[in-house]
């Protein structure tokens, strides 16, 4: 799981930091949560925007409720896939209520700036054959 994380697969990065947190070594779940989002994993997206959008947020992550609005929004583009869409749906209003309009229109911005710099979002789904 390691080497395959190290080497730019993002389930095995979330994989890897799955078994980070079974060693209460927070430090690199964190590290490794960051770089499966940045890698356009829809799943690490959802739940690294989750953890930083809340007012305390679990296993040490900083809480950043402007980013996590527009890693949030962009999740909103995959209409559907994966059925995480009903679980932004249920988060992001919560993050939203957050958020001064100054705020939202920053996050609206960030959005653009995140999607025009990093890969596009995928589930990473298995292929099939050799």
Do not use: C
């Amino acid at each position: 799981m390691k080497a395959a994380a190290e080497n730019g697969y993002p389930p095995a990065m979330m994989g890897f930091a799955a078994t980070r947190i079974e060693k209460a070594d927070l430090s690199s779940f964190r590290k490794w949560n960051e770089k499966a989002a940045a890698s356009g994993y829809a799943s690490a997206v959802f739940g690294y925007a989750s953890y930083i959008g809340e007012a305390e947020p679990k296993y040490g992550f900083q809480s950043d409720p402007v980013k996590s609005y527009a890693l949030l929004s962009n999740l909103l583009e995959l209409d559907g896939g994966g059925n995480v869409i009903n679980n932004v749906n249920d988060v992001l209003p919560e993050v939203e209520k957050k958020l001064s309009k100054e705020q939202l229109e920053k996050a609206k911005e960030l959005a653009k700036t995140w999607k025009a710099t990093h890969p596009p979002l995928s589930f990473f789904p298995d292929k099939l054959g050799y």
